[in-house]
């Protein structure tokens, strides 16, 4: 948890010189994280770092193809896209009771 801490305190230091201070200064850093995440599955480091990848070349390929405008919109078009087919990512951790929790995928109630 430190080194995360201090990782996004370099990465502050790192953003201040080249850009102004404003209230939402970090959301575009946050939505393309979480897409990356959500894709790759939440318990699963290897998974988000793929996750990352395939979202970076997804912007890279809708942007020089299509339009520039696809860049903005791709990070919030992987989220819904895959919390609508596979909510718990495409390669999410095992679920095991009393370690994550509830799975997504698993129904509430027994059959």
């Known amino acids: 948890m430190g080194a ?5 305190a370099l990465g502050g230091v790192l953003l201040a010189p080249i ?3 404003y209230p939402d200064m970090g959301v ?8 990356a995440m959500t894709l790759g599955g939440f318990g699963s480091l290897p998974g988000a770092v793929l996750g990352g990848l395939i979202l970076g070349v ?4 809708l942007g020089a193809y299509l339009s520039t405008a696809f860049i903005d919109i791709s990070a919030y078009v992987i989220v819904i896209a895959v919390l609508l087919l596979r909510p718990t990512g495409c390669s999410a951790a095992k679920c095991r ?3 994550i929790g509830r799975c997504p995928a698993r129904p509430p109630f027994p059959s």
């Open 28 to 35: 575009w850093v946050l939505v393309r994280g979480f897409a």
């Open 58 to 61: 997804m912007e890279l390929v």
């Open 97 to 99: 009771a009393g370690l």
């Open 4 to 8: 995360g801490a201090a990782l996004a």
């Open 19 to 21: 850009t102004l201070l």
